[in-house]
């Protein structure tokens, strides 16, 4: 079965500061698709970013970027110049491409990510 | 292009009564998932469904749960004789006919049982 894995339940960053959010992940496939949300006191669920497996290349969308690395099984995000509204719960989320299993997602815990002024 | 919707956004129970929430997904999407998330923790999934199928309900429980995706109208979750333990926020995802990975999430709807 797969499972994602975040072990840092909370964290904090200075405004316009960098920080690095950790994703683990288990699983016996090949190919899959990774993927971070966002989601802010308002409990919205925002896509922020996601990553192939089959790319070598790491996935960046603007001041967001990942880390992915396929044999450690590691995806982690990493916010550049932080802002106030990026202050949210972060999930990463792990699916597997083949229709076969459902594509439903596995979600990790969350961490709590605060952005102080 | 509207989003995901999903109504009501907050829905109030008595333990015993039937909880129905729905979910319209995003124009030219026909794959729909429903996800529980109880507090501080993360999304489980519970079923996914295309239209008038359910293709994977691993996550449902066995018991007062059911989902449909009629051919017509929204996706529904209907949740039978709800207990405490029921409380959660629910969220339905959609996702194309081509490009199935990524997942579009509605607002969620937050049940609360007396």
């Known amino acids: 079965a797969q499972t994602v894995t975040q072990s840092q339940p909370e964290m904090s960053v200075q405004e316009a500061e960098t920080v690095t959010l950790s994703c683990t992940y288990d699983t016996s496939e090949n190919n899959y698709y990774l993927f971070w949300y966002k989601q802010p006191p308002s409990r919205q669920m925002i896509l922020v970013i996601r990553?192939?497996?089959?790319?070598?290349q790491n996935a960046t969308e603007n001041r967001f970027s990942v880390n992915f690395q396929k044999a450690a099984k590691s995806f982690s995000l990493k916010i550049s110049d932080s802002q106030l509204g990026d202050t949210a719960m972060y999930f990463c989320a792990f699916t597997n491409r083949l229709p076969t299993y459902g594509q439903n997602f596995v979600f990790g815990p969350g961490t709590r990510l605060s952005v102080l002024p | 292009n509207a989003g995901v919707m999903q109504n009501p956004r907050h829905l109030v129970r008595r333990r015993g009564q039937e909880a129905r929430l729905r979910c319209s997904p995003m124009k030219g999407h026909s794959h729909v998932y429903w996800y529980r998330q109880l507090p501080e923790e993360g999304l489980k999934f519970m079923v996914y469904?295309?239209?008038?199928?359910?293709?994977?309900e691993s996550g449902m429980p066995k018991e007062r749960f059911s989902a449909e995706f009629p051919k017509e109208g929204p996706s529904i979750l209907r949740i039978q004789q709800v207990v405490r333990g029921d409380s959660a926020a629910y969220f339905c995802?959609?996702?194309?006919?081509?490009?199935?990975?990524?997942?579009?999430f509605g607002p969620g709807t937050r049940l609360l049982v007396l």
């Open positions: 990553q192939e497996a089959y790319k070598q």
């Open positions: 469904l295309q239209k008038e199928n359910i293709i994977d």
């Open positions: 995802a959609s996702s194309p006919r081509t490009g199935r990975e990524t997942q579009y």
